[in-house]
Every structure is written in structure tokens, then in C-alpha cells.
């Protein structure tokens, strides 16, 4: 593509898409950076669940939680969402690690919100300021976000308010979309979380691999990773989506090429639940600037 | 320092690089433009020109203040013509419409616009979603009805409009004839509908509603109603209008059952959206679009 820069291509990659985005990658030691609106604060959608993570890493450091401890998660009560146990219908037994690795791998909100209720949004705020996020804040987690969505668009049960939030005819804004409402982050923050955590920086030996594993272990294929539909790439990652909203924060490996932290946001003009050119665009803008970064 | 007076000596030598010939530029002889190019030099202790026996040149400052220069005239100019015409300067209201909107729509809009009594002359322009939302944020339009969904983060935007629409069917289609219209009746043809940069997601939405419905999602490029009655006219394509008074020989036209395919407009200002004259002007064209769509509906 012939633009004039890098960040004109990506620009033009994602309005030709239909989105507003926001997007920051980086080398691994900062000194190389592609900056598209990167330090605007963006509602998190699921991206909560990665420093949730890492809050969790942290307290297995600190002796705080045994990640092998089985703990009961009742279908009483239990968070919303399209995957994993939230889809469950009888109780589960299993370690907070395993709760964690399907936080991660299908973004489980049932195990985000348990993640939550052991690590609290208080240690994830602490975690986040001692990582230096200085542009992120957690306020809740899945079901929060859910009960909000639910009040903003009047719906009596969640899956009318995702109708609602689909509906054409009726464009609204609800404080989901707005990042002073939410939790937030920035695209510069998310890629500085990776780095740490790749630069062995956020936690112990053990709990780094451990958190690496678990983001390598993500299943989707439909964002970043379109952009890399081949084999050989490692990209380990996090997606978040609600509603219009459609992020990913990656860190992407070429085969014997140094790692690329990668975080593009997006905010779909159509309100539609499923907008896979939406989802390839992000692949296309993280390829952009992964090549831009890995050949200057 | 008469500082204009004295600009005008300067661009007019710098122009001729010649003494006599801009003194009579400036109708002047030349001694009084040589002092006023001296003084110049004096008050503000740089050499402009180089005057040689034979020539006379521009110095590196004067190539630099020289573009401030006609800044400053150029200025001097607007202001003198801006305050000449302040008794008949007119309050405009500038108003962006897509090509979709027929010839009737603007009008009833360029009416309502004018009759809100917010201006005293409406010029109307036509563009595409996308540039008319790009010039509503530089400040080039004061109103604009676009094309939903279109990224509208930018500016305000007003409710959603829905206008049916009814499709523009050659004659010869087998489609033609039925007595309901489905939209997977319309198959077989391509579909005449304003090219995707124009507005990209108002674009995807229509093709997957194509693809949704199991018929083909060809189209080619009709940026308004002109364009698409020819190529339904010619049998290349089915067209979609909001105008139910289109006509042509060799098309008909008919409503789609359920009304699948609407043209959705909003009408944006820049924010912020606050100002008493801007809201006025905006409901009374969303007035109008209700207007004009109850209008066609019965």
C-alpha cells in the first residue's frame, strides 16, 4: 500500500473498514513505535481480564492464593457469556489456575468475574499502578459491565440489551461506549503491559511463562492473527468485544524475529453483533505495523 | 510608519525589480518610491534590494519578508472588502444533502431551512456521507444529512430518519410482474447502488443484506437517482429510490415487501451541537425528511 506514512495506511486501513481506531505497537524495548492515536482512553470491554491476570500471577508470588486449589463455581448466579462456563449448566469444580487459562483462552466471563472476586478491583488498580498504566482503570468486571449495558438501553434481560445495542434505527450511547463511565485503558498502556510482562518485569520467572502460556493459548483466530494466517507465528493475546467495541492486544513473533506488542481498538460505525471486515481489519493494521516495525 | 502604504512599495519593486516600472505600477514617479523603499530599510535596519548600476535584486532578507508582506496587503484587502460589503452581507446557511436525495428532497429541505428563518439564503451543496461529514468538521457546511450508519464520532447527530425505498426494476425481470416483491425475488441482476467509499458501512450493510438473503451481491457503482434509472432503464441493473414518483420507460417501479433495503439519513452539525440557531436549522430538516417519507408512503 502506498501511503504516505504508516499511520496514514493504518488510518486508511480502518475507516475503509468502517471504525474509528486507536492502535500503538512496539518493540520490545520501546525505542521503535508506531503510534495511532494511541494515548485516547478507550472503553476496555474484556481487556480487563489481562492485568486481572496478572494481579492473579501476582499474588501467587506472593504466596496470597495456591493456583491449585480447587475451588466450587456454582451455576447460582453465574456471569452471562457466549463461552466456557458461563455456558455451563451445573456447578464446577476446578484450580484458580485452570479458572485463569479460561479467562483467557475464550475470554469465560463466569471465570473473569471469579479471577475477580478472589483478586479485587482494588489489587488490580495497585497492580496497574505499580506496571506504570498510568491511563488505565478497572471498575468492575463482566457482570458489572452486563447490569450497566442492561439499565442503559431499558432491556428487561442482557440479551434484549445487545438487540437493543444492534438495533439501526435506534443509535445510542450508552455509557459503555464511554470511557470516563467504564473501565479504560489505552492502546500505549496495553502494549507497555506486554512488554513488561515479555521483559520479565511484572512478575517472578515462573508466573511470567505462566502468564505468556496462557495468552499464547487464546483461540481466536479472527483479529491479529488474520493478519498473520500462517504457520510459524506466535501471537499471544487478549480480545475484547461489547457490542460496536472490538480490541486486541497481542504480542506477535515472526519466526526468528524479535517480538512485536501490538493493541489495536476499534469502535464500529454499524451497530451489528457479528462484522467479520471489522475483525480483519485489526489483523491487517497489526500486520502493517509489525512489517513497518521489524524492517526500520 | 505607514505600514501598509510602504508594503505596497516593497512588492511592487520585489515584483518588477525595477524602480521606474513599479513607480508607475503604483502610479507615483520614481524618486518618492525610492525614499518610501529607504525608509523602509531605515526603520527596520535591513537592506531589502541590492541596487547595482543595471539591477536591482532581492536580498536573503528581502526574499524572506517578502512573503509577509503580501500577507499583510492580501489582509488589508479582506478587511477593505469585508467592511465595504458589511450593509449587504447576508446571514448563509450552508446545507450538505447525499445524491440519493432526490431533486424534491433537497428542495422541501432548502424550504424548511429557509422558512426556520435562521438565514437569509440557503446554499445547498451534494456529496457524498463522506465528504460532507469531513467538511461539517472543518467548518465548511453548517448542516449536512448523511448516510447512517456512517462514523459520525466527530460531529452531532441527530435522530435516525428512515426513508423506504422502492426498487427500480427493468422491465424485461421476471420480478417486474409479481404481485408481492420479495428481495430474493430480485436475483439474477446486479444492483445500482453509490459506490462503497462514498460510504463504506452504509455500503457493507446493504451487500450483506444481499448475501443474507441468499441473492447475488454484484453491484455497480450509481451515485444517485439519475444514474440508477439509467442502468435499470438499460436492464443492467435494479436501482433503489426514495423518490415514488420516479419514472422511465422500460422500468418499474415497485416497494420490496417489508421494506428490507431503507435509505437511513441523520442530519449532523459540528459540535458542539448547542447552538440555538444550529438546533433550529437541524429539526426543521428532520422535519422535512419525516415529512417527506410519510409523504411517499401514502
Redesign the interface.
Known sequence: MNGVSIHDDIRTVL??????GWMHARTLDGNRVVDVDADVSVPTASLYKLPLLIAFCEMVDARLVDPREQVCLTSMQRTAGPTGISTFSDDVVMSWRDIARLMIAVSDNAAGDAILGLVGVERTNQTLARLGMRQTKIIGGSADSLRGLTNDTGARTIAQAFEILAD????IDPSAYDPVLSSSTTPADMTHLMAELWNGRALSAEQSLFAQDLLNGQVWTHRIASGFAYDGVQIAGKTGTLGALRHEVAMVELPDRPPIAVAVFT??????GTLP?ADRAIGDAARLAVRYLLAN | MDMIRHAQFFVAVADELHFGNAARRLGLSQPPLSQGIRRLEEAWNVRLFERSARAVSLTAAGHELLPHARDLLSTADRLDERARGYETSTVRVRVGVVPQMSARLGASIVAAVAASGEGERVDLCTASSATLIEQITRGQLDVAVVV??????KVH?GP?N?MSTYALVPQAHPAADLDVLRLRDLSGLAWAIPPRAHQ??AF??TV?AFERCGISSRTISAADDREALALAASGQAIGLTIDDTLEAVGVVRRSIEGDPLPL?L?TICALPESQRPRTIVLAAVDDALRDFDQGARR
Request: aromatic fraction near 0%; glycine fraction near 6%.
Open positions: 475507516a475503509g473498514a468502517g471504525v474509528q439501526l434505527d435506534r443509535p469502535l464500529s460505525a454499524r451497530p451489528d471486515r | 447512517h450508519p456512517s462514523l459520525l464520532t447527530a435516525v428512515r463504506p458501512s457493507d450493510l450483506d437511513r441523520r
